[in-house]
């Protein structure tokens, strides 16, 4: 998908937030999980690297354009200074500009698509009830106590966890190696403050509950309980592809 042929103006909070949840996961990964593919690419001798946050979750380190692309870029040469610094004075250096790119990026969204004050606060809001980038690579987020246990209970209840989060989230996850300890900090960083960022497209509410169902719509890219549209798992396993009811709605008014 090409950004920059994005029309933003007719975009609501609720879309920038998903747009900014989206390449803010993006970011958590490049500096926690896959930190390490994220240090080897930003080689001091290559040009002047960015490191972006991409609205599908993932991330990527390319060189800043030289022409004006229209959307605001991330700060530019963080290899050039890689080497000169410790690698935690470096990774908390990143995830500061990187945290000022995404801040900025919705709001400049924000006002392409003409959002008064009280939308400007909603987003604000919505943005500041989630960790910073340099919060969760400093350490400084508390995990939440469930969270908190010992390497021994985590590896006796991978089989249990794994099929907890099919079940909580409606979307398939990557398979989880029972031999490896993959819930380490980092980890453990990225998927709180993932999930912790989701709200039902229908009555708004955060995701707080593991008991819930949650399901994803495969068009919009929105989260919902299971309830709030009427659909059970059992249902939900047998579609290839999930519509949610406004997507829906969209396809027959085109029709």
């Known amino acids: 998908m090409d950004e920059e042929k994005i029309d933003y103006h007719i975009w609501t909070v609720d879309q920038i937030f998903r747009d900014f949840l989206g390449r803010r996961a993006g970011l958590i990964k490049a500096l926690t ?33 030289l022409l004006f692309g229209g959307l605001h870029e991330p700060h530019s040469g963080i290899n050039c200074i890689r080497d000169g610094m410790l690698e935690k004075d470096w990774l908390a250096h990143v995830a500061i500009h990187s945290d000022a790119w995404i801040n900025s990026l919705a709001f400049y969204i924000a006002a392409r698509a003409g959002c008064d004050d009280d939308a400007r606060q909603q987003l604000f809001n919505m943005i500041n009830s989630n960790p910073t980038l340099y919060e969760i690579v400093s350490g400084t987020v508390k995990m ?63 995701f707080s509950d593991d008991t819930e169902y949650w399901i994803f719509c495969d068009v919009c890219g929105t989260w919902y309980h299971g ?6 798992p059992e249902r939900y396993k047998q579609l290839e592809r999930y519509r949610c009811p406004g997507c829906c709605r969209h396809k027959r008014e085109r029709s």
């Open 33 to 65: 999980t896959d930190f390490n593919k994220f240090y080897t690419k930003c080689d001091p001798e290559k040009p002047n690297m960015c490191l972006y946050g991409r609205p599908n979750g993932t991330w990527r380190v390319k060189e800043r354009p």
């Open 227 to 232: 309830n709030c549209v009427r659909m059970t």
């Open 144 to 206: 939440p106590a469930k969270e908190k246990t010992s390497n021994a209970s985590r590896k006796d209840k991978s089989r249990s966890k794994k099929c907890s989060r099919v079940r909580v989230l409606g979307w398939p996850l990557p398979p989880i190696e029972e031999e490896e300890d993959v819930e380490d900090e980092a980890e453990q960083m990225a998927a709180a403050a993932n999930h912790s960022s989701i709200t039902c497209g229908a009555c708004g509410r955060w």
